[in-house]
């Protein structure tokens, strides 16, 4: 409903805009039927015009929805320390992890005899 | 699951610093690995990706074959030289790792990163002091890397020097104002340490947490567990304590509140499920 009619104002102000337009534009044309000198428009126009313009703006403001807080911290929001505190660069491999996946212990086995040879001769 | 799922997920893990390792390797050998070449340049990312999570999760095989794929890629490349290093650390080869880094270092006197592989290295083999003195000396260099403070904060914590871990995350707040998690930390280092006067500043950051990050429930716990230590204090006077009182009560109703709201989104969650079971023409369709 409140939306509803805020977009009557805007349609409102947008209509009277138009007519300003049109009235200046046959003013114009009037001035140059009766041959005389165009100094500046008559203040009735001028303030129709300025304000259709002030009432359409308040339509168009309140019929387009809420506004958003500017937020310097909306990316950090839903962060918890458990990734912020994540340090891929400071990461220690000889933790418990190797022992808690599952095919880790004969993989870690396989690789210190057999694979780490020819890895280091592949490497050089 | 679809290939083009896994390498976003992947994206935002990368790009979140999120561990993750073991969901990664089983994504990889199940989904993605079939499909790597679909990648286009994006495949060496993930691929570093990876060897990093099975070294992590001690599957060395996952790893090996990513290195490979790197090494032929990148021949004499510094980073897969890192990498290197890192396999090694990972069959607990230190010394062999910090000469590597040590290699890398003497060739390209700007990389950041085989200085911090020097650090983890003394780490895992428990050498917190020299971690530290190894880190002090980075930080001299480069002293706009925020991890490496985090890290050093983390250090400091361990041995229990809370002095110095507090200074550490005043350098990281002064670095990244806006982020309630630093305040957070600091203000439970500063309670951590106790006295009235650290008491004080821990409210007083823990509220700006809040203040930065409304539903930071760590911190609304933190404000009252401070709020709760300062009060039994006896050198307060009647009116200070009462402000704190309120301060407390204030934190409280407003954890309690947020605990009412998730309560209600969940079980509007149930009426939700229960009108979507009401939807099926059988039983067994939607059970999830």
Redesign the interface.
């Known amino acids: 409903m409140g939306v509803f009619v805020y977009k009557i104002i805007c349609l409102i102000g947008l209509f009277s805009l138009l007519h300003t337009g049109y009235s200046a534009a046959e003013y114009r044309a009037t001035l140059r039927v009766i041959e005389q000198e165009y100094s500046s428009l008559p203040s009735d126009i001028l303030l129709q015009g300025l304000i259709s313009l002030i009432v359409m703006m308040y339509g168009v403001l309140y019929s387009v929805g809420d506004f958003k807080e500017i937020r310097a911290t909306i990316q950090l929001e839903n962060k918890s320390w458990e990734t912020a505190g994540n340090r891929p660069s400071f990461y220690s491999f000889c933790h418990r992890g190797r022992n808690l996946c599952a095919t880790s212990l004969t993989t870690l086995k396989y690789n210190k005899t057999s694979l780490s040879n020819d890895f280091d001769s592949y490497e050089s | 699951m679809h290939w083009e799922e896994v390498r976003d997920k992947f994206r935002i893990w990368r790009e979140?610093?999120?561990?993750h390792?073991?969901e990664v390797?089983d994504l990889w050998v199940n989904y993605l690995q079939s499909q790597k070449h679909k990648l286009g340049d994006e495949q060496w990312m993930v691929e570093e990706q990876v060897f990093?999570a099975g070294?992590?999760?001690?599957?060395?095989?996952v790893a090996?074959q990513c290195f490979?794929a790197l090494?032929k890629q990148f021949p004499g490349s510094v980073r897969v030289l890192k990498l290197?290093g890192?396999r090694l650390?990972?069959?607990?080869r230190h010394e062999d790792a910090l000469t590597i880094y040590d290699a890398i270092i003497r060739e390209d006197e700007t990389n950041s990163?085989a200085r911090?592989?020097k650090?983890?290295v003394l780490?895992?083999q428990g050498r917190i002091q020299e971690a530290i003195k190894e880190l002090i000396e980075y930080l001299s260099k480069f002293m706009s890397d925020g991890?490496a403070w985090?890290?050093l904060a983390d250090f400091y914590i361990k041995e229990g020097d809370y002095g110095k871990a507090a200074y550490c995350m005043e350098e990281l707040i002064l670095q990244n104002p806006?982020?309630?998690?630093y305040y957070?930390?600091y203000a439970e280092i500063k309670y951590t340490q106790g006295g009235a006067e650290n008491l004080e500043l821990a409210r007083n950051y823990f509220s700006m947490a809040i203040k930065?990050?409304p539903?930071n429930i760590?911190a609304y716990y933190g404000l009252i567990v401070s709020c709760s230590s300062s009060i039994t204090s006896s050198k307060l006077t009647s009116s200070k304590k009462k402000e704190i009182q309120k301060l407390s009560d204030w934190a409280q109703k407003k954890l309690t509140q947020r605990y009412e709201e998730e309560k209600s989104k969940s079980i509007k969650m149930d009426k939700l499920q229960e009108s979507l079971n009401s939807l099926c023409i059988t039983d067994k369709s939607c059970s999830s």
Do not use: F, P, W, Y
């Open positions: 979140d610093n999120s561990r390792s073991e390797v990093i070294l992590d999760c001690g599957r060395l095989d090996d490979i090494s290197k890192m650390e990972t069959l607990e990163t911090k592989r650090v983890a780490k895992s991890e985090q890290e806006h982020n309630h998690l957070t930390r930065l990050n539903i760590r």
